[in-house]
């Protein structure tokens, strides 16, 4: 019998109670690859579906590298909902301001980028309070919680008991992908699956949800500062 082929990638596991299959993640910020295993799995079975799945990870892989080379293109710009903020840096200040268009950030480099993160996580629950607030309304339910995160790997999620919570990054996206995700969150709250009913709620809530759906899947790994 023939030797299994050796991963082409390098890759790490982490094992998961929840988990009923082998996943293969690739991280959409630095193109990592994770194999997520059920806790019972043998360990062989991570390299297997690496090797199996190497045309896609190549893939993934390669659309994160060209997700790197259009944020390292931005050249002393952020992006915030559809619009390029300009950074302007300011000797002594440790806060980040908005200025219409302009962003005023901290002179030193690391400092402004912890101090601009810090800002779009303080705008991110202005920004999606509301929509969460109109979008629960819609659905006729109400959550007990808003919490923002820094998710590697989802955008909102929607607990049994109705806590919400999202990622900052969004903010980076276009306006209406931070509304899908939103609505698709607050639609859980009536509907907690995936099922047909939840995507023909999905299209009551959100008609043509598909298309930011679509931006969200492709260009994803963009949404980093």
Known sequence: MPPEAAPPFDYSVRRSDRARRVRVRVDPRDGAVEVVLPRRAAAREAASAVVE??????????????????VAARSGTVPYLGVDLVLMPEAGRTRVHRRGDIL???EDALAARAAIERWYRRQARLEIAPRLDAAAAAVGKSYTKLTIRDQRTRWGSCSSSGAMSFNWRLLLAPEAVL???????????????????????????????????RWLRD?????VL
């Open 219 to 223: 260009h994803g790994a963009t949404l």
């Open 53 to 70: 799945l190497r045309g896609w990870i190549a893939r993934r892989q390669a659309d994160v590298a060209r997700a790197q080379a259009r």
């Open 179 to 213: 509304e899908y995700v939103v609505r698709h969150e607050a639609a859980h709250l009536a509907v907690m699956d995936h099922s047909p009913r939840f995507w023909a709620l999905m299209n009551r809530l959100m008609p043509g949800y598909e298309l930011p759906r």
């Open 104 to 106: 005023l950030v901290p």
